[in-house]
Structure formats: structure tokens, C-alpha cells
């Protein structure tokens, strides 16, 4: 089985309701165990800080599924739980579900991109990440969750 971590986000009603019933269909996706779920952050808004707080996680599966095939059913858990994709980043959202990694693979492709293109630049995603996955190391800057972490509280 490959391991995969997901990062979950919502900034829109109950975000606490929006988060446990995103996690309860990430375990539902076939081929798939859920084996950890970090803390819940509440973290500002990241690109567009004009909108509410978010609260964020990550969770930890390991899957038979492709990387694209777990996006595929990431987009739909989305889509179902009424999240409305307008073509505008970084705007308010009742559900984010983002791969921020995929099994230490780098792939590039026009539906997903692994690891995230901004993880490394995102406390809001690398300290859930930290919690589930205290051994991770950027496959593309091979860095550890620590230097990364400490990378961005020293830029600020």
C-alpha cells in the first residue's frame, strides 16, 4: 500500500462538522485505511487573507489507489459535500481537500501535482503534516518537516 497525506480546510459554517464528515468519506474510499488524523488548526487565510479563519488537518491513508485515482474521489467528496469551484483561488470554502503527499513521489501532471506545489510554504499544512508524519522529508527540496517549519517562522 502506498501512503498518502491529505490536507483538509474549511472556512465556511460548521468547519468541525465540514472536517469529521471529509475525513469519514476519505475512509470510505475503496482501497483505502485511514491510519492517523492530526489536530484541527485554526489558521488565517493564506493567498486571499480577506475571508474567515480556516480550520485545517491532515490525515494519513494508505491506499491501493493511484495518485490520480485519490484525487478523482478527493474532488468528489468536494463536489458532494457542495463545495463550488469558480475558478477563483484561495476563496472561501465549505470543504479543501489537497494531496500533500503521495507516497514520496514527485508528479507533475495537468490534474494533480505532488507533493503540493505551496506545502512547503504552508504552516497550515505542514504542522498537521508534522503531527501524523514526523519523519517527512520534501522529496523535492529534501528538507525535513522541521527545517521546513523552521524555514517559514524565520522568513516572517
Avoid at 28 to 39: G, R, Y
Avoid at 49 to 65: G, K, P, S, Y
Avoid at 124 to 146: D, M, S, T, W
Wanted: aromatic share 8%; hydrophobic share 40%; proline share 4%.
Amino acid at each position: 500500500m502506498k501512503n498518502a497525506f491529505i490536507g483538509l480546510g474549511s472556512n465556511i459554517g460548521d468547519r468541525h462538522q465540514h472536517l469529521h464528515r471529509a475525513i469519514h468519506h476519505i475512509e470510505a474510499m475503496p482501497q483505502t485505511k485511514l491510519v492517523a488524523v492530526s489536530t484541527f488548526y485554526v489558521t488565517p487565510a493564506w493567498g486571499n487573507i480577506h475571508q474567515e479563519d480556516f480550520l485545517n488537518a491532515c490525515v494519513h491513508i494508505q491506499t491501493h489507489l493511484s495518485a490520480q485515482t485519490c484525487m478523482q474521489y478527493l474532488l468528489a467528496i468536494e463536489e458532494n459535500m457542495g463545495r463550488v469551484r469558480n475558478g477563483d483561488k484561495w476563496q472561501p470554502r465549505i470543504i479543501d481537500l489537497d494531496i500533500l503527499d503521495f507516497n514520496h513521489e514527485i508528479i507533475s501532471t495537468e490534474f494533480v501535482t505532488i507533493p503540493h506545489t505551496y506545502l512547503h510554504e504552508r504552516l497550515f499544512a505542514l504542522l498537521p503534516l508534522r503531527e501524523v508524519c514526523p519523519e517527512y522529508i520534501h522529496p523535492v527540496f529534501k528538507k525535513n518537516i522541521n527545517e521546513l517549519i523552521r524555514e517559514i517562522n524565520n522568513n516572517r
